[in-house]
């Protein structure tokens, strides 16, 4: 059974870091493409971040945390994450991870591409 799991959420003040994690399980993720999204209370689920399977593992990020965060994967663990720094306060939300599924490629922004999703992590940043 394919497992996604997020961690690393909190509470931090605006300016802070914090970096989440997603531990994939039930098979390996090496080729699949991951992606972040996240959702504010009141707003829709939007896209934050998205790294390729292919060898050079190519991110494509939503403008507003372009410089601030970095996506990253580590196939031996079968982990992604999503490092935020300069946190602002409007980027409270649950962060959710997701995979597409094996060697799909396509439209990483659209939530519809991804087959697999986490349950999600709060994060918080105070102003």
């Known amino acids: 059974q394919v497992q996604l799991v997020e961690s690393g959420g909190g509470l931090v003040q605006a300016g802070g870091s914090l970096r989440l994690s997603c531990a994939a399980s039930g098979r390996t993720f090496s080729s699949h493409a991951m992606g972040w999204f996240r959702q504010a209370p009141g707003k829709e689920r939007e896209f934050v971040a998205a790294?390729?399977?292919?060898?050079?593992?190519?991110?494509s990020y939503t403008d507003s945390v372009k410089g601030r965060f970095t996506i990253s994967r580590d196939n031996a663990k079968n982990t992604v994450y999503l490092q935020m720094n300069s946190l602002k306060p409007e980027d409270t939300a649950v962060y959710y991870c997701?995979?597409?599924?094996?060697?799909?490629?396509?439209?990483?922004?659209?939530?519809?591409?991804?087959?697999?999703w986490g349950q999600g992590t709060q994060v918080t940043v105070s102003s």
């Open positions: 997701a995979a597409g599924s094996r060697l799909r490629t396509g439209n990483y922004y659209s939530s519809d591409f991804y087959a697999y």
């Open positions: 790294i390729s399977w292919s060898v050079g593992s190519t991110a």
